[in-house]
């Protein structure tokens, strides 16, 4: 089974630039999670899907941030304008409803420069 | 409000040694708990997890880890690390009610030869 795929993975931008990040679930899996991982740090929550409801965007930075999962399944989350504080790797990650993990993708480098 | 506390930073080890990783967590309802981690230039994998039932949970690779309910700990352990388990170990907190995935800041293990 292909695990969850996030594109580009690496990606160098100026700041004031727009950027927007891919993400394909694994199949059948209905909730889908975007974390932001600082250097040193754990990855933190931005927002969770539920099909193609966001049920949790609070920690969403929304006067910049945005993110849509169409029909359910892939997702795209986008930064604009980017700021130097951005700087970040954007984890996608999905699972199944109930007793199961999360699987994570590998992850999109962003450099905002 | 739901955090988690990884209290080992960086973690320096010579091969066949023991290792413990403390992971503590602050939250009143029930808990799922959960061991990633992240080798160099590597997504999360999931090393272990805890749902119910017996609270030592045996993971992949030799890892372990302990719930400890009544110290709201859930400690990971290995009796003999290999110098290819140096990695970033991050312990990870969901609640139930809420479905959030709470991450620790992470532990930096370094095995030496």
């Known amino acids: 089974e292909a695990g969850v795929v996030q594109s580009p993975r690496y990606k160098i931008i100026e700041k004031k630039q727009p950027v927007a990040f891919w993400c394909n679930p694994i199949?059948?899996?209905?909730?889908l999670y975007w974390y932001r991982q600082n250097l040193g740090q754990g990855p933190e929550l931005l927002i969770r899907?539920?099909?193609?409801?966001?049920?949790?965007d609070s920690q969403l930075p929304k006067d910049r941030f945005s993110a849509e999962r169409l029909k359910g399944v892939d997702s795209t989350l986008k930064i604009q304008p980017a700021e130097l504080g951005d700087s970040a790797v954007y984890l996608c990650a999905s699972s199944l409803p109930g007793l199961y993990g999360y699987t994570f993708g590998s992850g999109t480098r962003l450099t905002v420069v | 409000a739901q955090s988690v506390s990884q209290h080992n930073h960086h973690v320096i080890l010579s091969e066949a040694a023991s290792l413990e990783l403390g992971c503590n967590y602050s939250y009143g309802g029930t808990v799922n708990l959960f061991w990633y981690v992240q080798y160099p230039g590597q997504h999360l994998q999931l090393l272990l997890k805890y749902f119910s039932g017996d609270p030592l949970v045996k993971g992949i690779k030799g890892f372990e880890a302990e719930f400890i309910k009544s110290k709201f700990s859930f400690n990971l352990r290995k009796p003999s690390v290999q110098w290819s388990d140096t990695a970033e170990y991050f312990c990870a907190v969901r609640s139930v009610n809420t479905d959030k995935l709470i991450f620790g800041t992470g532990t930096r293990l370094q095995v030496f030869p």
């Open positions: 199949s059948g899996h209905n909730t």
């Open positions: 899907y539920e099909n193609e409801e966001a049920v949790d």
